[in-house]
């Protein structure tokens, strides 16, 4: 007798979990990103695109660009953060959605970015577990951080012809920005002289140098004058790097001399 009124008392319990069972429930998230040792990555910079995947299955729950206003440049780039300090300000670039899920989720949220510089754009990505119900909102959101720069080759243009003359120079002209659009110049929390801006020069797949190239003091603006000694084919990769940080970022071109 015991065992059976134990038996119903658990049929009872049982029952009573399944006519509770959770419904899926609305649940509204932000996803911010901001270039390392920068600012936020919105539409200045061509956003950048999020995706959220549930690690279990590899379905998209969510997906969506970053637009809005690079933030507040008192905030961040203040010689110290606290911890767990709020950077994101009103209008501060961002991509906003809901989701209706119904049980803890573990998923990699992932940033590709900016859009606006394919040649220099990076993923990050972080894994964590997304629970129905609580606050994605408040603060920073979910923040992701981007590395590197955003290097533009201004000259010469790819696969621009020039006549041989070893007499005669091209000139090497990049834009150096961070990944958030902030152009690197002096006065401003990006000096040109912390960052190393190189050519490196290859014809067809033999390396010829590396060449420094100097701060022209024009806002961005790093160039040389390059010579050439023989007619070919050559490839030209621009880069920008860090040695605080480690960040860099690269743009290519390829220039041909004719007999």
Same mark, same amino acid.
Request: proline share 7%; aromatic share 8%; glycine share 8%.
């Given at each position: 007798?015991?065992?059976?009124?134990?038996?119903?008392?658990?049929?009872?319990?049982?029952?009573?979990?399944?006519?509770?069972?959770?419904?899926?429930?609305?649940?509204?998230?932000?996803?911010?990103?901001?270039?390392?040792? =920068?600012?936020?990555?919105?539409?200045?910079?061509?956003?950048?695109?999020?995706?959220? +995947?549930?690690? +279990?299955?590899?379905?998209?729950?969510?997906?969506?660009?970053?637009?809005?206003?690079?933030?507040?440049?008192?905030?961040?780039?203040?010689?110290?953060?606290?911890?767990?300090?709020?950077?994101?300000?009103?209008?501060?670039?961002?991509?906003?959605?809901?989701?209706?899920?119904?049980? /803890?989720?573990?998923?990699?949220?992932?940033?590709? =970015?900016?859009?606006?510089?394919?040649?220099?754009?990076?993923?990050?990505?972080?894994?964590?577990?997304?629970?129905?119900?609580?606050?994605?909102?408040?603060?920073?959101?979910?923040?992701?951080?981007?590395?590197?720069?955003?290097?533009?080759?201004?000259?010469?243009?790819?696969?621009?012809?020039?006549?041989?003359?070893?007499?005669?120079?091209?000139?090497?002209?990049?834009?150096?920005?961070?990944?958030?659009?902030?152009?690197?110049?002096?006065?401003? /929390?990006?000096?040109?002289?912390?960052?190393?801006?190189?050519?490196?020069?290859?014809?067809?797949?033999?390396?010829?140098?590396?060449?420094?190239?100097?701060?022209?003091?024009?806002?961005?603006?790093?160039?040389?004058?390059?010579?050439?000694?023989?007619?070919?084919?050559?490839?030209?990769?621009?880069?920008?790097?860090?040695?605080?940080?480690?960040?860099?970022?690269?743009?290519?071109?390829?220039?041909?001399?004719?007999?």
């Amino acid at each position: 007798m015991r065992a059976l009124i134990l038996s119903l008392f658990f049929l009872i319990l049982t029952a009573g979990f399944v006519t509770q069972a959770r419904a899926a429930e609305e649940t509204n998230f932000v996803v911010t990103v901001k270039a390392r040792n =920068g600012m936020f990555i919105g539409t200045a910079g061509g956003g950048a695109q999020i995706i959220i +995947r549930d690690r +279990r299955t590899g379905d998209i729950m969510a997906s969506g660009t970053t637009y809005g206003a690079m933030g507040d440049p008192a905030l961040l780039m203040a010689d110290s953060v606290k911890r767990d300090a709020v950077l994101a300000s009103e209008g501060t670039a961002r991509y906003e959605f809901s989701i209706e899920f119904w049980e /803890p989720t573990p998923v990699t949220v992932s940033a590709t =970015g900016p859009l606006g510089q394919p040649q220099n754009a990076v993923t990050v990505s972080e894994d964590m577990i997304l629970i129905p119900g609580k606050d994605y909102t408040a603060g920073n959101g979910i923040m992701l951080e981007l590395p590197g720069f955003a290097v533009d080759l201004v000259s010469p243009v790819p696969n621009q012809k020039f006549k041989m003359n070893p007499k005669v120079p091209v000139t090497i002209e990049a834009n150096v920005m961070t990944l958030d659009g902030s152009l690197v110049e002096k006065d401003k /929390p990006w000096p040109p002289e912390r960052y190393q801006v190189e050519v490196h020069v290859y014809k067809d797949n033999l390396y010829i140098t590396t060449m420094e190239l100097p701060y022209s003091e024009e806002p961005g603006i790093y160039s040389a004058n390059l010579e050439i000694p023989m007619p070919g084919i050559y490839r030209l990769l621009v880069t920008a790097f860090d040695p605080v940080t480690k960040e860099a970022g690269m743009d290519i071109t390829t220039v041909i001399y004719e007999e």
